[in-house]
């Protein structure tokens, strides 16, 4: 009646060659102690981890922006350096440029863009450029080499200048 029948009433075993265990997340082994049971042991582990990968995206967005900001600083700081030395060019020693007029004309916007007034050296580069503006009678501006826009930035810095 029963083609498998082989007088053996035992169930078979059911071999897994796949190499993985079979383990019920849901399942509470019995020494775990006061740990979560069944499937609020699961969502628990889900919260740890998503807390983590949050975690890790603040900590990577914090490093980007510090990168950022240092990126920045170093950049302004190096285009500072370069206008300062490209002023310097201009009332150095060896200058190509004698003509006080033409000197203000190419000078005032470096100036202007890198002028602080706590730099001991900007302040004598401020004094060497009003030299040169007195000399001309003010030349740049009145020509339209400089517009008046640039004049009162040139007053802010002159008043910055002073108070120093």
């Known amino acids: 009646m029963f083609a498998t029948f082989t007088g053996n009433s035992r169930r078979r075993r059911n071999v897994n060659l796949s190499g993985q265990k079979s383990v019920n997340p849901f399942t509470n082994p019995s020494w775990s102690g006061n740990t979560p ?9 889900a919260q740890v981890q998503r807390l983590q990968r949050q975690q890790e995206r603040t900590r990577l967005k914090a490093a980007q922006r510090i990168q950022r900001v240092w990126r920045g ?3 302004r700081k ?5 206008r300062r030395q490209a002023f310097d060019q201009i009332y150095g020693e060896g200058s190509l440029v004698q003509d006080p007029a033409r000197r203000t004309t ?3 916007p470096l100036l202007l863009s890198v002028f602080q007034a ?3 050296d900007d302040c004598r580069r401020l004094c060497l450029l009003a030299r040169d503006l007195l000399q001309t009678n003010f030349h740049a501006f009145t020509s339209g080499a400089i517009d008046f826009v640039r004049l009162e930035k040139l007053v802010r810095v002159l008043v910055s200048g002073l108070r120093r």
Not at 37 to 45: D, I, L, M, P
């Open 37 to 45: 049971v069944g499937a609020s042991k699961t969502v628990a582990q």
């Open 78 to 82: 190096a285009l500072r350096a370069s």
């Open 106 to 108: 190419d000078a005032i």
């Open 118 to 120: 706590s730099v001991e």
């Open 73 to 75: 600083y170093r950049t």
